[in-house]
Every structure is written in structure tokens, then in C-alpha cells.
């Protein structure tokens, strides 16, 4: 991709084949040499949402005009015209108003996208005005004439009760209908200069390769980030279980959407009379409904059983996905995003996908069912009674679609706040000793306080929203609800409907109130565990910017290290340059050491060995092969690194000496720690070898740490020694043993060394002294002494600190550090 640009935006129209209603409305914005690029919409955007609206406004009216449709009324409906008792003008209205509407507000949309790419084109802006000025005009005209119909209808109603018997209940509807659609499509006509405006931020270019694999704005190809089909897709690999799971919730939806029916068929059976040669209707319906419930009952049974299964594997197979890929990071990594957070995301967020999976789909599933199949019971008994509740439809999507999206932003950053909160505690408690010597107990507390204050903060909004969100559907339905049996009611008055019917039909709505106002609440809840995991899945997807695995492996290694003037800066901090143009060759056989100020770069140096990170200019040679194309899992076997603070895994002292050797006996365990220097105070331990070191080695001092981790790496014999002030807690003589150790065991391989000890610097065949980054003396003791520069000062301003300083006589520190501060 370097070099290469993108062609500029040279045609607005959309790409052939494309859906109405696809995610994204996709406008081409030119070639890409070998790939494609183009700019997309986001799905949720205003004219997605007027086009549901529409949608639904047609179907609605029409199955409502047509019901009552006969060829005698439509003609009578035009031959004797009345506003007050004709209705057929609101089913043709309806239909000519949602075509004409869907077609100018998607030509909006168009001149709008075509705009911001030809701005001075007077004939678009004249266009975009136009459709403005349609769509105004239609929505104005339909809310003027369905307003004063209904207030018309209304007087007339309110005068004369009975001129409107004749008025079939659905011409009602349909006027409820026309008018509720009539303020929203005239909400949209006015709104519609603002949301199209805002197309402008909205459109993102996408490009592609020439393989169509989507590519980032750097250029590395990117994956999908998290949704809710994609949360879905982890079930794929269990689907089994999603499909009894399924087919057990229809059993048990099925049977609980038969009860209501039951139940009015008992109240019917009750109050018939029993005849004596035939069996008693009533318990013919009460052994039916115990059968619905048995078969109810085992259907719950599979389906727990089921859904906690699925949600359990998934969740098992998720952290191990993400644990895998977080240890895979490269190192960089690691120095951007704090451990607490990162466990956080494997602890916490993954348990949310699981409770998506478990609860959300399950109830979600098991409500959509009941719903759908009470409104189809609600249809059987009473159709016209069900089309006046669906005018609700529209008003319940849309609050659907835009609390769905706000929730699932507030629940993404309540996320990012827990996490944040939970690496502070994590970085306060596993520093539990530094905290008590300064005293810091109440500035952490404070600091953790306002961190928990802050997803305090968004908890609250997002509980105000889903209480919002939950009390306006119930509100509308409600509603609804009332409306509906007022005119049920109305007809069990005039014989219409049975006692019996009314009860199932006041069951069904009842069902579909509760199941309606349980879906907002998942839904509620589905959605904050879409935005939950939409972290979880941005860090599933990172690809490692080192690479762990692959690259070249030398048939044979020597051990000879070359720094080729290396320059880095941390990817961190990339405006501070650390190496400046560093070199120096390390041959097999040698032991190099590196002294220089602190924060020089010493052990930046051992970092960029170990191919932590990459330079950013300059080579590192491993055998004269450039580091960057070598197999890291095959070099890091030849190099191993001991640092200052070693880590210790949880386990035994001999498991941690054995830690990356599985094959390693207690005989090379104990002759490795004899090396080291360690098997004396190992022995002297209760447990010897054996003994627990406690997590991260909590139970060992300093210098024991430092000792395991030389045998650790003993143990492996590699070719390249690395150490960084790795003997810095030992005292001068386990120190000087250690050192004869390696002396001994390094024959014929290499040893790069940062020490601040002159008695480890000075037998270095090589010192390498660095100095802001720069190599600014190389060569053995003497050599250095010779030359009368930097390295002199050091062992002179060392000895005499140490004469000063008796007992400082014999370590012969070279306290870079104070250099540092007179510098
Ligand atoms: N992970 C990191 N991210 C960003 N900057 C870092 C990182 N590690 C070290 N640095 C910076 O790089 C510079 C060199 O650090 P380095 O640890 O190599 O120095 P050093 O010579 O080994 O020092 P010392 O003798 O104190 O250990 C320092 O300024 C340090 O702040």
C-alpha cells in the first residue's frame, strides 16, 4: 500500500446491485491501483429509518383498507363522498403518500452524497430543494386532512352516537393509523435538512485489496469489529446445542401460547351444560392444559441445560482465544495497556458475552415467539381488534432502534471505566509494599474513588435510559392495550364476540404486554453486551505488529551479535529517540559489557536482542542475518535473558529452574543451581527444592530471585547470555561466585552485560560506554583507561566513593547514576 493513492471521489452514483436497505450505502470513490475503494454510510441512519417507517405505514394501511374492501363501497366511497363516514380516501392516501415519500427522501439522500463531492453544482442544490419542498408538501397536506377527519369524525361521534354505527371498527384503525403516521412523516419532513446535513461526517471511505480483503488507514488489512451476528457466530461451532436448545423453546413457547386458549375454553366448557352420554368437555380441556404444561415443563428442562452449556463452552473457548492472542502481543503492547485492564477484558467482559449468549438469545427468542404467536391467536379470535393495537408499531421500532444505540455507546464506556478501575486496584495491590512506604493508602483511594465515581456516573445515565426506554414501551402498549379492550369489550356487549373468546383474547394481549415490556428489558441488556464486546473482540482481533512465529532459522549459530547503527525511539514514546546510531560487534567467546548513565539505553540494547522490538533504523545481525527475518521461537532457544527483577512463576524452586527446559532431570536441575551459585541456600530452605516460591516469588529475596533465574538460565545452555543487572542483589562474594560461573560456562559463546559493578565491567573483553543514546567509548579496561574519557571519570568518581565509603571497597560500584545527575 505505501505509495500508493487512492484515486479522488469521481462518481456518486451507488454501486449496481446494491440493497435498499444493506448496512451500508456504498458510493464509489474511485480506483486503487489493484483494490477498490468507496464510501460508506453507517445502516442506522435517518433515511434507513424513514424507510421502515414507511414500510411498515403501507403495510399497516393497506391490510387495513383492504380488509373492508369491497367493489360496491369503493365506488360508493367516490360517488357519495363524505369526510366523516368514507374511508376509502385513507388506505388509497396511505399508499400513494408512503410510496411517493420513500422515493424522495432516497433521491434526497442521493443529491445530498453527490453534493459533497460537487459542491458549486447549482443544479443538485436546485434538486435537494425540490425533494425538500415534496416531502414538506406531502406530509403537510396528509397531517392537515387526517387531523381535521379525526376531529370531524370525533364531533360527529360526540353529537350523534349513532350516525357512525355503520362505520366498520378497522375504518377506525385506519384513521388512527393515518394520523399517528402522518405526525411522524411530517416529524421527518422537517427534520430531514439537519440529519442530512450530517451525512457529510458520517460517510467512511472503505478500501479494499485486490483480494477484497478490507484494509485500515494504515493499510494492514482489518477484521470486522463486534456486533451482535458476530457475538452469534461463536455459537456456529456448538450449534448442536443452539438447535435443541431452539427447538426446546418452541416446545415450550408453543405450549405456554396454547394455555390462554385453554383457559377460554374452559371458561366456555364451565358454563355449558354437561350431557350425560358424552364426556365432560371440561376435563377433556383440563387434562389438555396439563399436558401443555408437562411437555412445557421438560421443554424448560433442555432448554437451561442447553443454553448454559452453549454459554459456558463459548465463554471457556473465548478466554482462551483471547489469552492466546494477548500473549502473543508484542512487547510494545504490553507498555500501552495496563495488565489489570487486559485481565479485566478475559474476567469480566467475556462473562458478559456468556450472559448475551445464555439470557439474551434464549429470552429474546423465547418473547419474539410468544409475541408473534399471541398476535396470531389475537388475529384468529379478533383481526380487527389486532390492527388497531399495530398502529403502535412504528413509534415502538423506532424507540427500539435509538435507545438500542444509545445504550450499547453508554455500556461500551461504562466497560472501559471498569477496566480502568481494575488496573488501578490491580496496580496498587501488587505494589502494596511501595503504597505503605509513602504513606500513599488515601491518595490511591482517592484516585480509585474517582476512577469507580466515573462508571458510577454512566451506570446511572444508562439506568435512567433503560428505565426511560422501558417505561415509555409500557406506556405505549399499555395503551394500546386498554384501547383494545375497550372495543372488545364493546363487542362482547353486542353479541359478537363469546365470554370465553374475550377471556383468551385478554390472556393473548396480556402475554404480548409482558413479553413485550421482558424483550425491552433484553433487549436493553443484549445491547450493553454487544458494546461489551466489542472490546472483547478488537483485542481477539489485534495482529501482533512483531511477529511471534515464522522467518528464517541458520542452519548453525556462532554467536555473533552486530549492531549496524541502530536508532529506536518506544513505540510508546515515539517523538524520544533512545538509540542514536548505535554499533559494535560481539564475537562467540566474548563477554561485552555496557556501561553509561541511567537511561542511556544499556538496556534498551538487550530489549532490541531478544527482538522484543523492531529498530527503527539500522540493523541487529545475529550471525550476519538480520534479526528481523529470523525465526524468534527458533533464535530465543540460543539466547536467553536474565533481567534485574526476574519473575518467578508460581510453582516449586525446581519447577522454576526447569521452566523452559521439560525435559531437564533434578540432577542438571541441582548442577545448574550449583552454577548459579543457589543450591546452598536452596537446601538450607524447609522444603529444598520443592519449596513454593510463592506468587511471582514473593517468599524470596532479592538476591535468591536473582539466583533461581541465573540457574534458569544455566539450565539451557544457550549460545547468547544476556544479562541486565541480573547480579545486582547479590552480595560481593555470591556475586564473584556467580560471575566465575559464567566465566567458566560462557567458553566459546557470547555474554552481553549491563553492570554497574566494576569487578563484572572489568573483565569484559569489550566495554561498550553509552551516553544519551550514543556509543560514545569502545574498547577493554585498559584500553578505556588509556584513553583518558568518559569511562576513566567513572572508575575514578567510583573509587573514590569507594574510599570514601570502606565498605564500599572491593565492590568498586561505577554509579552511573550520579553521572547521570552531574550531567
Ligand atoms: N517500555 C518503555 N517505553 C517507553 N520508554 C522507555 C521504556 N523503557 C525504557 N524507556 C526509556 O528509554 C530510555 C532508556 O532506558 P533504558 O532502560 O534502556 O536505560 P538504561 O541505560 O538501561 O538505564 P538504567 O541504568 O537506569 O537501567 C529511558 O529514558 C527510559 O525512560
Not at 214 to 228: A, F, S, W
Not at 561 to 569: S, W
Amino acid at each position: 500500500m505505501d505509495g500508493e493513492t487512492y484515486a479522488t471521489y469521481t462518481s456518486s452514483r451507488r454501486p449496481t446491485g446494491l440493497d435498499l436497505f444493506a448496512s451500508s450505502a456504498s458510493m464509489v470513490t474511485g480506483a486503487l491501483s489493484g483494490g477498490y475503494s468507496y464510501y460508506t454510510l453507517p445502516g442506522f441512519r435517518f433515511l434507513n429509518v424513514v424507510r421502515i417507517v414507511f414500510l411498515v405505514d403501507i403495510i399497516l394501511g393497506l391490510t387495513l383498507w383492504l380488509v373492508d374492501l369491497s367493489t360496491a363501497s369503493f365506488i360508493d366511497a367516490f360517488t357519495s363522498y363524505s369526510i366523516t363516514t368514507s374511508f376509502q380516501d385513507l388506505g388509497l392516501m396511505t399508499f400513494l403518500r408512503g410510496v411517493l415519500l420513500f422515493m424522495f427522501f432516497t433521491s434526497m439522500e442521493d443529491y445530498y452524497m453527490q453534493i459533497l463531492d460537487d459542491e458549486l453544482n447549482d443544479a443538485l442544490h436546485r434538486k435537494r430543494y425540490a425533494m425538500h419542498t415534496f416531502v414538506f408538501i406531502i406530509s403537510i397536506v396528509c397531517l392537515g386532512f387526517g387531523v381535521v377527519k379525526g376531529v370531524l369524525v370525533l364531533l360527529v361521534y360526540l353529537q350523534v352516537p349513532t350516525s357512525l354505527t355503520d362505520v366498520s371498527p378497522t375504518s377506525f384503525a385506519l384513521l388512527i393509523s393515518f394520523v399517528v403516521f402522518s405526525v411522524l412523516e411530517f416529524l421527518f419532513a422537517c427534520t430531514s435538512f439537519c440529519f442530512m446535513r450530517r451525512l457529510a461526517d458520517m460517510r467512511r471511505p472503505r478500501n479494499f485489496d485486490s483480494t477484497g480483503l478490507e484494509l485500515g488507514e494504515d493499510g494492514t488489512p482489518i477484521r470486522t469489529k463486534g456486533d451482535l451476528r458476530r457475538l452469534l457466530g461463536l455459537a456456529v461451532p456448538d450449534i448442536h446445542l443452539l438447535i435443541i436448545g431452539v427447538l426446546s423453546l418452541f416446545v415450550v413457547s408453543g405450549a405456554m401460547l396454547g394455555a390462554p386458549l385453554m383457559f377460554g375454553k374452559v371458561v366456555n366448557a364451565a358454563s355449558e351444560p354437561l350431557i350425560p352420554s358424552q364426556p365432560d368437555p371440561l376435563l377433556t380441556v383440563i387434562f389438555t392444559l396439563l399436558g401443555l404444561y408437562i411437555a412445557s415443563a421438560l421443554g424448560t428442562m433442555v432448554r437451561g441445560w442447553c443454553f448454559n452449556l452453549l454459554g459456558v463452552r463459548i465463554v471457556c473457548k473465548l478466554r482462551k482465544d483471547l489469552f492466546a492472542n494477548i500473549i502473543r502481543q508484542e512487547i510494545g503492547f504490553f507498555d500501552e495497556n495496563k495488565t489489570g485492564d487486559l485481565a479485566n477484558r478475559l474476567a469480566t467482559d467475556t462473562q458478559v458475552v456468556q450472559d448475551v449468549i445464555t439470557r439474551g438469545v434464549r429470552e429474546m427468542t423465547n418473547n419474539f415467539i410468544q409475541i408473534v404467536g399471541s398476535l396470531v391467536f389475537l388475529i384468529v379470535i379478533n383481526a380487527l381488534a389486532v390492527g388497531v393495537m399495530l398502529t403502535i408499531v412504528p413509534v415502538v421500532v423506532i424507540c427500539f432502534i435509538v435507545f438500542g444505540k444509545v445504550m450499547k455507546k453508554m455500556r461500551q464506556q461504562f466497560q472501559a471505566d471498569l477496566a480502568a478501575a481494575a488496573s488501578q486496584a490491580d496496580e496498587a495491590i501488587s505494589g502494596m509494599k511501595t503504597v505503605r512506604t509513602f504513606n500513599s493508602e488515601a491518595k490511591l483511594e482517592h484516585a480509585y474513588s474517582t476512577t469507580v465515581d466515573k462508571s458510577y456516573g454512566i451506570g446511572r445515565t444508562l439506568s435512567f435510559v433503560s428505565g426511560c426506554f422501558e417505561g415509555l414501551i409500557s406506556f405505549l402498549l399499555y395503551g394500546s392495550i386498554t384501547l383494545m379492550m375497550w372495543f372488545c369489550g364493546s363487542m362482547v356487549r353486542d353479541g359478537k364476540l363469546k365470554e370465553g373468546d374475550l377471556t383468551s383474547f385478554l390472556l393473548y394481549t396480556l402475554t404480548i404486554a409482558v413479553y413485550f415490556v421482558l424483550m425491552t428489558s433484553v433487549f436493553g441488556d443484549l445491547m450493553q453486551g454487544v458494546g461489551a464486546s466489542i472490546k472483547v473482540f478488537e483485542l481477539l482481533d489485534r495482529r501482533p505488529e512483531i511477529s511471534n512465529t515464522g522467518g528464517k532459522q541458520l542452519p548453525e549459530l556462532q554467536g555473533v551479535v552486530e549492531f549496524k547503527h541502530v536508532q529506536f525511539h518506544y513505540p510508546s514514546r515515539p517523538d524520544t529517540k533512545i538509540l542514536k546510531g548505535v554499533s559494535f560487534t560481539a564475537q562467540p567467546g566474548e563477554m561485552v559489557a555496557f556501561v553509561g548513565p541511567s537511561g542511556s539505553g544499556k538496556s534498551t540494547i538487550i530489549s532490541l536482542i531478544e527482538r522484543f522490538y523492531l529498530p527503527t533504523r539500522g540493523k541487529i545481525c545475529l550471525d550476519g542475518s538480520n534479526l528481523r527475518h529470523l525465526d524468534p521461537q527458533w533464535f530465543r532457544k540460543k539466547i536467553v535473558l536474565v533481567g534485574q527483577e526476574p519473575t518467578l512463576f508460581a510453582g516449586t524452586i525446581a519447577e522454576n529452574i526447569a521452566w523452559a527446559c521439560e525435559d531437564a532431570t533434578m540432577a542438571d536441575i541441582i548442577a545448574a543451581s550449583k552454577q548459579a551459585n543457589s543450591h546452598e541456600f536452596i537446601e538450607r530452605l524447609e522444603n529444598g527444592y520443592e519449596t513454593m516460591v510463592g506468587e511471582r516469588g514473593a517468599s524470596l529475596s532479592g538476591g535468591q530471585k536473582q539466583r533461581i533465574a541465573i540457574a534458569r538460565a544455566f539450565i539451557l545452555n544457550p549460545l547468547i547470555l544476556l544479562l541486565d543487572e541480573a547480579t545486582s542483589a547479590l552480595d560481593a562474594e555470591s556475586e564473584h561466585l556467580v560471575q566465575e560461573a559464567i566465566d567458566r560456562a560462557m567458553k566459546g559463546r557470547t555474554v552481553l552485560v549491563v553492570a554497574h559493578r566494576l569487578s563484572t565491567v572489568r573483565n569484559a573483553h569489550q566495554i561498550v560506554v553509552l551516553d544519551q543514546g550514543r556509543v560514545v567509548e569502545k574498547g577493554n579496561h585498559d584500553e578505556l583507561l588509556a584513553m583518558e574519557g568518559v569511562y576513566k571519570k567513572l572508575v575514578i568518581r567510583q573509587l573514590a566513593s569507594a574510599e570514601q565509603n570502606s565498605s564500599s571497597i572491593g565492590n568498586g560500584v561505577i554509579n552511573a547514576e550520579s553521572e547521570s545527575d552531574s550531567d
